[in-house]
C-alpha cells in the first residue's frame, strides 16, 4: 500500500463521520490529489448497485465526493440487517450466504482477508484513502477491532475523532474516547466538534481544556449543516418549509434506500411520516422499499384505509420495490429468505410475489411509455436506477390506475423525472458535496491537518469565511513567474506540477492522439487532474494559448513534445521558446512548465534523434536562465537545483 491514509474515528454512532468522510474527500479532490474513502464494515439497508455488485449508500456518496467510480472495495463488507433474526453478509459486493449464516462473533476470520486485500489493493491506485471508523473505536471488549484500529494499523494511518456538540457532552466524550485509547492516540492529529448551534465563542474554552489535556488540538468547529445527505446508518431529513406539493414517504420499521429521495428536499415538501397524521394531505404517497416487506405488511395495514382514499381521488402514490411487494395480492416466502411463510398483501396490485433465493442485483434502464393521468408525464423518458430484491413475480414498472409500482431504486433521481413531476431539478449531490468542503475549509485547520499528513499541496487554505463566488479561484493570486520541473519519463513531474499548482490552474497539453495508446495517456492525464482546471489543448502555440489562460496559475505539460511538434511543422523551437518567454513575462502568471531532462542517456543513433535531443536541451537551458525556480523530479522525489 503506497497511498497516504487518514482514519475519521467518533466518539459514537450519527455524531456525523460519514459527512465528515465526504467533506475531506472533496477537499482533498479539490487539492489535485488522487482520493478514495473506504469502511472495512458497515452496517445499513441503504445500499446502491455499482459496478462489481452492492456497497453502502454512504461510500457511494464518498466515492463521488472524491470524483471517482464507487467500487465496492470501498465498503469490502456490508451488514443488512434482516431484524432480529440476523443478517445479510455482503462481501465485495456479493451476498454471502455461508457469512450469512454464522453468528457474529465467528465472522471475524473470514473478513479479515478480504477487507485488508481491498484495503491494499486501493493503496496501490491512490495518494490518500480516507478511512471512516464504525461506531466508537474504544468499544474495549470488542478489540482488537477491525473496522476501527486494525484497519488503522494496516494502513498506517493517522486519525481525526469527531464528536457531535448537538446532543450534549462532546467534551467528556473526547476525552474519554482519548484515555480509553491508549496505545492508539499516537495516531491522532485532531479533535473536530461537530453539529453546534450558535455563538462559536462558547466552545473556545473548551478548545484549550482539551489540548492541555490530551496534547491533542482542536482543529476547529462545524455548524449544524442543512445538508440532506446519506449517513452511515441511513437518511436523517432536514425538516424543509420550502415551496412544493407535500409528499409523504412511509417511514415503516424496515424501510430502505430512504437516501434516494435527497431530491424531494428541494422540490417538495417531504414527510417521513409514521404516523396517519402525518400522512394526511399529502399530493403524493410513496412507498419505500423495505428489508422486510413481510415483517412491515402489519405497519402498513391500518394505511390502507389512506391509501385506498388517495387513488379513489386521483392522487398519485409511487410504490418501490419492497414498498410494491406489500400492495401485491400475497408475498410467499417458503424457502424463509426473508421470513418463511405466506403473507397477504393489500391487493392493491394483481399480482403474487415469490422470494427466491438468488438476489437480483443489477442496473436497469428503461425507456417509459404507456402511462396515464398524472404519471403520463413520464412517456417517453429513459431512466436508469438500479434493483436490489429477492422477490420476483411484479413487473420492472406497471400502474394501476394512480398507482406507480416499480422495482427500480432511484427513479425521483433522474433529472426528467424531476422535471416532469415537479417543473424544475433538483441542484444535485454535487452542490451539497462542494457546500460541505466548504464548511469544512471555512471552519477547520486544514493547513494543520496537511502537515500531520505530510502533505505537500503547494498552497495554503485561506483560513477565515470564504469570500469567493463559486467557479472564481478562492486562491490569493500566485506570484508572476517561470517555474521549470524537469525529469525523466514518468518520474512523477506531472504529479508534483499539479501539487505545486493547486485546485485553479488552466492546463495546456501539448500532446495529440495520434494512436490508440496516446490516446489512452491522454484519458488517464485527464482523470488524474483537478476537476476545477481549464484545459487548453494546444500542440505548438504555446504563447497564444497563456494568453487565452482564465486562471492565474498555468501549466505547461509537456515541452518535450511541444518540440517534437515544432521540428514536425518545421519551425524554429529556439525562437519558439524565446516568444513564449515574452509572453510568460508580460502576462503576470504562474506559469509551470514541465520537460524531460533527455541529455543523460545514451547518443541517439540517427541525425534527427540527435538533433531533437540538443535543440530540447537548448531550449530546457533557456527556461531555466528566465525561471524563478527549477526541480529536478528523480523517483518521485523534487530536488530544487
Known sequence: M??????????????????LTAGLLRHFRRQGLR??????????????????????SAQWLQALA??????????PVLIKPLGEMGSQVVVLGQLDPFLSGLPWAERRPHLERPVREALETLGGEFDLLVLEGAGSPVERNLWPDLSNLQVAEWAGARALLVADVDQGGALAALYGTWALLGEHRERLLGFVLNKFRGDFRLLEPAYGLLEGWTGIPVLGTLP???????????????????????????RYPHASNLDEFW????LARPVYARTLEEAEGAELLILPGSRLPAKDLAWLRPFFPLLQAHLDAGKPVLALCGGAEMLAELLWDEAGVEAQGVFPGLGLLPFRVRMAREKTVRRSQIRLSGLEGFWARLNGLEVEGYEIHHGQGLPLVHQEGPLLATWL????????????????????????LDHLADALEEHLDLNRLHRGLGLVLGHSIPSGPKEAARGRDPDPPPPPGLVLLLGGAKSGKSRYAQSLAGPYATLIATAEARDAEMQERIARHRAERPPTWETLEEPLHLAEALEQARHPTVVVDCLTLWVANLLEKGLDPVAETRRFLQVVGSSGKRVIAVSNEVGMGIVPANPLARRYRDLLGQVNALLAEAAQAVYLIVAGKPLRL
Open 2 to 19: 503506497q497511498a497516504k491514509a487518514l482514519m475519521v474515528w467518533g466518539t459514537g454512532s450519527g455524531v456525523g463521520k460519514s459527512l
Open 35 to 56: 482520493v478514495a474513502p473506504f469502511k472495512a464494515q458497515n452496517m445499513s439497508n441503504h445500499a446502491r448497485v455499482v459496478g462489481g455488485g452492492e456497497m453502502a
Open 66 to 75: 472524491a470524483g471517482v467510480e464507487p467500487d465496492p472495495r470501498m465498503n
Open 224 to 250: 449544524m449543516l442543512s445538508v440532506a445527505l446519506p449517513e452511515e446508518d441511513g437518511f436523517r431529513p432536514v425538516p424543509q418549509k420550502g415551496p412544493g406539493p407535500k409528499v409523504a414517504i412511509l
Open 263 to 266: 431530491p424531494l428536499s428541494e
Open 409 to 432: 431504486h432511484g427513479l425521483l433521481e433522474n433529472p426528467g423525472v424531476q422535471r416532469a413531476l415537479f417543473g424544475r431539478e433538483a441542484r444535485g449531490l454535487e452542490e451539497a
